[in-house]
């Protein structure tokens, strides 16, 4: 299991998390201590995530940009599009 190391900062303990977590300056994270486990819950950063990936998508389509299901099948009909 990987280890993370726990430093004094200011009047607090905290400690460095990997890039590979994802998180980024700012983000919050849900905590809960179970017995002698810290089980860090990174469940609601990703859930941002994907909001922000979701919300980018329909700008788009808020602004016209999109496609109907008939000019789909000609241009890309070819390919297995279908309906």
Do not use: C
């Not at 980024?24 to 941002?48: A, F, H, R, S």
Request: hydrophobic letters at 35%.
């Amino acid at each position: 299991m990987p280890e993370l190391i726990i430093r004094k900062i200011g009047n607090s303990v905290g400690s460095i998390f990997p890039k590979s977590l994802g998180l980024k300056v700012g983000d919050t994270v849900e905590y809960k201590k179970e017995g002698q486990k810290l089980v860090i819950d990174l469940e609601p950063i990703n859930v941002k995530h994907d909001r922000e990936i979701i919300e980018k998508s329909f700008a788009d389509f808020e602004k016209g940009k999109w496609i109907d299901e008939d000019s789909m099948e000609k241009k890309f009909g070819k390919y297995g599009w279908g309906k």
